[in-house]
RNA sequence: GCCGAUGUGGCUCAGGGGUAGAGCAGCUCACUCGUAAUGAGCAGGUCGUCGGUUCGAAUCCGACCAUCGGCUCCA
């Protein structure tokens, strides 16, 4: 007999040799017919794992987020299965669980179309209905070598050579199909209910593009049907507060032909810009920074120097003046470099906080461009902080609680990674670790929760990145701190030390925002386009009910105006109701309605946007109200559901 | 840049080898109206661009451009 230690604590004596499976049959018929897979001491194995030794079980169902990627990985066999059913002589890559399906990529001569995921979805359930199970077999390297070259799976081969030498080599089969796969799976195909194909996208084997490029189809896949729709759904919702479209509509921005990834601000977008770079203003200058503007084309010598020439050139616009070679700046920090060599400096003046709303431009890939998320040009909120080596942690700490400070303002959720040295980087490998080490010191000292990104750091430095989600929960860096001992050397920046000798000053590269027009569409699709008081581009529109309440609705505004609300009049010959149903499209957060009524007693009827119900008050009491949410930075939370 | 899809009036979309259609928006007129669409009329497109096939192309073919979904890359 043996000691298993359950989920719950308990201990359950069972004879060795008991299947997982077996073990959840003795606890519950329901569990047994619920469970996919099971953690055995932290690992998760197939239900018929026979089980040797005291160990720790829990058995997962679909119920927990382990169980369904083991459901969804056994999706993505399933997928494989029919495409070799329907399309013989495909080539099989890889095919993993994602977060809410699968995806499998395939080389085949046949190119898939959207009738064809159809026709692949129909084979899907007809396998699934089958019941096969999930057969495991452990092979030696030599035997699944012989078994996949035979078979002309040629990315399997590949796979298997990299394994490393004491790898114990698995497959699993179901039915016609097998796979090398390391598993778990779930028992049976008859497990697999409720899934969707999604569609087709090309992707490099192994993620190079040095590589051939296959193709690739996602798929959906949940606990339940039920699950599937409310996913399905909440997609629909998210494509209504995309970015693109909600700028266009609310008329802020727009994107034309003639200048790809180059946006257009426009009136509305511009207010939304102004009040970001003023609130930028105001708390960076509480924070002891100063703000400067450097030029955007700027001469070759000074990108060689900086080394932006041999390491960034592919993502850089050139230009030539006067016979001169010049090119538009990508990042603001050569720039930051000249300024702060235009004088002499003491260590009495470090740490130097020196901000830019630098408008940068880079060549990003034609593929890549995306709203005001992925742009050519775009204005980052920079700043470089130039500091002794004794003011690195205290520094990289005021930024952290900096940005945590802004998104917690717009009500941001984020979550932090620290990328560390790429491969074509400058400087030696002491001083990267040096700067890596200060970056997680600070994230240690912060408590901070974070991922590392191996090889994704700057060509001068580590850094720490801020990322924010999107509609459809893809993350997008924002902020990010970049710890810099390269440009500095190369430079030359030096400061006189308290024993009147040079020095050599630490640099600290960083933005809150990172991009306004990144930022502007994460705030649009945050709160679906229904800004909270203080962002908003019109913050009230008056609605007078007929033409006898111009003038009253005329003083309404200018009482409004005066305190700096920005304020607008539909006097057109329409009905209220009409007025109403568009000023709640137009997502603005107050309307009021101006009548008899409210002519006779100086008040306004006040409704809210996303609300019903209105409050006649004051126009006194209106102000102040109005006055408050916009001085708190009062966010909505109305505005965050649809 | 790579793979696939898409491109018809300001927007959403229908149509499809014989020289273009709807709704919304816009404009005009009437209605002066109490919390999400008043009615009538008018106007608006060389069907992404350039080539080719054809008696004839918006429709078929090709190239290019842009957009969308991915890959790679990034704020």
């Known amino acids: 007999m043996i000691n298993v230690t359950l989920k719950d604590g308990s201990i359950k004596q069972i004879p060795a040799g008991t299947t997982v499976l077996e073990l959840a049959s003795s606890i519950s018929q329901g569990l047994a017919r619920a469970a996919v897979a099971a953690k055995i001491n932290g690992e998760i194995k197939d239900l018929n794992t026979k089980l040797e030794e005291d160990a720790e079980v829990e058995i997962l169902t679909l119920d927990s987020e382990e169980g369904l990627a083991v459901m969804r990985h056994s999706t993505a066999h399933l997928l494989a299965q029919a495409v070799k059913n329907l399309f013989p002589g495909t080539i099989l890559g890889i095919g993993p669980a994602i977060a809410n399906g699968f995806y499998y990529d395939f080389d085949s001569e046949h190119v898939f179309t959207p009738e064809d995921l159809e026709k692949l979805e129909a084979e899907m359930k007809r396998l699934a209905k089958e019941d096969y199970k999930f057969e495991r077999q452990e092979l030696t390297r030599e035997q699944a070598l012989d078994y996949f070259q035979q078979k002309g799976e040629k990315y399997k081969v590949e796979l298997i050579n990299d394994l490393p030498g004491e790898a114990r080599i698995s497959i699993y089969t179901q039915g016609n199909f097998t796979d090398l796969c390391a598993g778990p799976h779930v028992p049976s195909t008859k497990m697999l209910k409720a899934f969707k194909l999604q569609s087709i996208a090309g992707a490099y084997w192994r993620g190079s593009e040095k590589n051939k490029m296959l193709q690739r189809i996602y798929g959906l896949a949940f606990a339940k049907k039920s699950d599937l729709d409310d996913?399905?759904?909440?997609?629909?919702?998210?494509?209504?507060?995309?970015?693109?479209?909600?700028?266009?509509?609310?008329?802020?921005?727009?994107?034309?032909?003639?200048?790809?990834?180059?946006?257009?601000?426009?009136?509305?977008?511009?207010?939304?810009?102004?009040?970001?770079?003023?609130?930028?203003?105001?708390?960076?200058?509480?924070?002891?920074?100063?703000?400067?503007?450097?030029?955007?084309?700027l001469s070759r010598s000074l990108w060689e120097q900086s080394g932006h020439w041999d390491h960034y050139k592919d993502n850089m616009y050139f230009t030539k003046i006067d016979d001169q070679d010049f090119a538009v700046k990508p990042m603001n920090c050569p720039g930051g470099m000249i300024m702060y060599k235009s004088k002499l400096r003491s260590y009495r003046d470090l740490p130097i906080r020196c901000g830019e709303l630098g408008l940068v431009h880079r060549h990003e890939l034609s593929g890549v461009l995306h709203g005001l998320l992925r742009v050519r040009s775009f204005t980052q909120d920079d700043a470089h902080i130039f500091m002794l080596p004794s003011q690195i942690n205290e520094e990289i700490i005021g930024v952290i609680d900096l940005i945590d400070y802004f998104y917690k303002v717009f009500g941001f959720e984020y979550h932090v990674e620290l990328s560390t040295r790429p491969e074509n980087s400058m400087g030696s490998d002491e001083d990267w670790e040096m700067a890596t080490n200060a970056l997680k010191e600070a994230l240690e000292t912060k408590g901070l929760e974070y991922k590392v990104n191996p090889g994704d750091g700057a060509f001068y430095g580590p850094k720490i990145d801020f990322h924010v989600k999107d509609c459809l929960d893809r993350t997008w860096q924002c902020g990010t701190i970049q710890l810099d001992f390269q440009m500095p050397e190369k430079f030359d920046l030096t400061y006189i030390g308290e024993d009147g000798e040079k020095h050599r000053p630490v640099m600290i590269h960083r933005v809150v925002y990172g991009s306004l027009e990144r930022f502007i569409a994460l705030l649009i699709e945050h709160y679906a386009g229904a800004f909270p008081v203080w962002l908003s581009p019109v913050q009230v529109r008056i609605l007078p009910i007929s033409d006898r309440h111009n003038e009253f609705a005329n003083i309404v505004e200018t009482v409004l105006k005066e305190e700096k609300v920005r304020v607008e009049i539909d006097q057109r010959r329409e009905k209220i109701n009409y007025k109403i149903r568009e000023a709640q499209t137009a997502k603005i957060p107050f309307a009021l309605v101006v009548g008899d009524k409210e002519m006779e007693t100086d008040s306004v009827s006040v409704r809210r946007y996303g609300e019903q119900e209105t409050a006649v008050m004051n126009l006194n009491d209106f102000v102040s109200l109005i006055k408050t949410e916009i001085i708190t930075k009062k966010i909505n939370d109305k505005g965050l559901v649809q």
Request: aromatic share 12%.
């Open 231 to 297: 996913y399905l759904n909440k997609l629909e919702e998210a494509k209504k507060r995309d970015h693109r479209k909600l700028g266009m509509e609310l008329d802020l921005f727009s994107l034309h032909d003639e200048g790809p990834g180059f946006p257009f601000f426009h009136p509305k977008g511009m207010v939304l810009r102004n009040i970001l770079e003023d609130f930028w203003r105001e708390e960076h200058l509480k924070r002891g920074y100063v703000e400067i503007k450097t030029p955007i084309i």
